[in-house]
């Protein structure tokens, strides 16, 4: 039997701390689904779409990782696509309260899908899309801490307009 894990996410935009979650859930399980959410009610600086091929295009390289969206209940969207497990990604405690209760939430919903936290490498424990958004704003370099698809992506979005 085929092992398909989900890894969900708002990804406004994806950033390398993101690859490094993918990249170690694509050596654990044969398939991942990066699955964008729509979030809508986040008011995200890209679209959904424009989230998905900015993930597309920086996994490529993974021949076992998909890209997909959604916008329906998480474990609905699991059980749909046949996989066994969520995959999030755990940064430091700040965010283990919130993993926690969403993950045993899922677990309530569906009991039959495992929730897997990964930890990323050390020096991506402090970036966040939130925080790359908030320095390209303001004019800093992001180069070190998202794909350089992202990087342009960034820069024509914040453009100031004329
Ligand atoms: P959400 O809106 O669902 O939290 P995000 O795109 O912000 O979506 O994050 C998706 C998942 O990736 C979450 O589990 C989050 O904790 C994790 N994540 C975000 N940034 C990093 C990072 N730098 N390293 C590891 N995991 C991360």
């Known amino acids: 039997m085929k092992r398909t894990a989900i890894y969900p996410g708002s990804f ?22 990066v699955a964008v959410a729509e979030n809508e009610s986040k008011h995200p600086l890209f679209t959904l779409a424009e989230r998905v091929a900015l993930v597309k295009s920086a996994v490529t390289k993974l021949p076992n990782v998909r890209t997909d969206s959604f916008s329906s209940l998480l474990v609905e969207y699991v059980a749909e696509r046949k996989a066994q497990a969520i995959v999030r990604g755990l940064r430091a405690v700040s965010d283990f309260e919130f993993e926690f209760q969403l993950a045993l939430m899922n677990r309530k919903l569906d009991e ?7 930890m990323p490498k050390d020096t991506y424990t402090f970036l966040s899309s939130r925080i790359v958004k908030e ?9 070190s801490f998202v794909p350089p698809n992202v990087q342009i992506a960034l820069k024509h979005k914040l453009k100031p307009a004329k």
Request: hydrophobic residues 45%.
């Open 135 to 143: 320095i390209a704003r303001l004019g800093g370099d992001v180069r």
């Open 12 to 33: 406004d935009p994806l950033t390398n701390g993101h690859l490094d979650v993918i990249q170690r859930a694509a050596k654990l399980f044969d398939r991942v689904i």
């Open 112 to 118: 039959s899908i495992e929730t897997i936290f990964m």
